[in-house]
């Protein structure tokens, strides 16, 4: 597609429920990024993937959100057992090779309940 | 653990002036950097990107970067009221691919 793709656009869940949000990047971005933008704030780094290496997960607020990514494609943020907390947009990126130019989906608003 | 401080505003300014953004940043190692723009209820989206001391322009946009003292600045020339958001610098270390974000700063452009 022309840019991100994010899905979905809005997600209402009850505490303690699952989530799964899905990015699919640019064609060709090598580069795939997820940040987490709580009401009024800024962008908070959740993790990055770079092709085939190991993936940079030292911004995972938990052991409850956890990420994949297959290749250079489609990548899916899951949080498990989903907090108040946890209610923000999520925002994923991509980019060509990793040079910071990033390209930003619309992002997923969740919201706890 | 880099720091990206940007007065929230809001940065009112008429229309037609000049809106200078400004951003500083703790980590001098801080190598690439960047200003995206972000309208209220949309994602961040790149406007600039600056890699040497100096100045950079780009339209009515003119990035400015000082190493040095560690700030880099936006410029909007002939400010429109369709400039009016949140303005976020970003920034990287040498060879780092992940960016840190400031805030952001609330710009409105009276008309």
């Known amino acids: 597609g022309a840019g991100v793709s994010q899905s979905p656009s809005n997600k209402v869940t009850e505490k303690g429920k699952d989530v799964e949000l899905r990015c699919d990047p640019i064609s060709g971005h090598t580069a795939l990024y997820w940040y987490r933008q709580r009401l009024g704030q800024g962008l908070e780094f959740l993790i990055y993937f770079q092709g085939n290496s190991a993936p940079d997960k030292s911004g995972l607020p938990s052991d409850r959100f956890s990420a994949e990514r297959t290749g250079e494609s489609v990548s899916t943020l899951t949080i498990q057992r989903t907090q108040q907390e946890d209610s923000a947009v999520y925002l994923c990126a991509s980019s060509l090779e990793a040079r910071g130019e990033l390209f930003f989906g619309e992002g997923s608003r969740l919201t706890v309940l | 653990q880099k720091e990206v401080e940007q007065n929230s505003g809001p940065l009112s300014v008429p229309e037609g002036a000049i809106a200078s953004l400004n951003c500083t940043y703790s980590?001098?190692?801080?190598?690439?950097f960047f200003w995206y723009r972000q309208y209220s209820g949309k994602s961040p989206e790149l406007i600039m990107f600056?890699?040497?001391?100096g100045d950079k322009e780009d339209g009515r946009f003119t990035a400015q970067l000082n190493k040095a003292s560690q700030y880099v600045s936006l410029l909007i020339r002939d400010s429109q009221p369709s400039d009016s958001a949140t303005y976020l610098c970003a920034l990287s270390g040498a060879g780092s691919y992940q960016l840190t974000f400031g805030k952001g700063t609330k710009l409105s452009v009276i008309p």
């Open positions: 980590d001098r190692g801080s190598q690439s």
């Open positions: 600056i890699y040497s001391n």
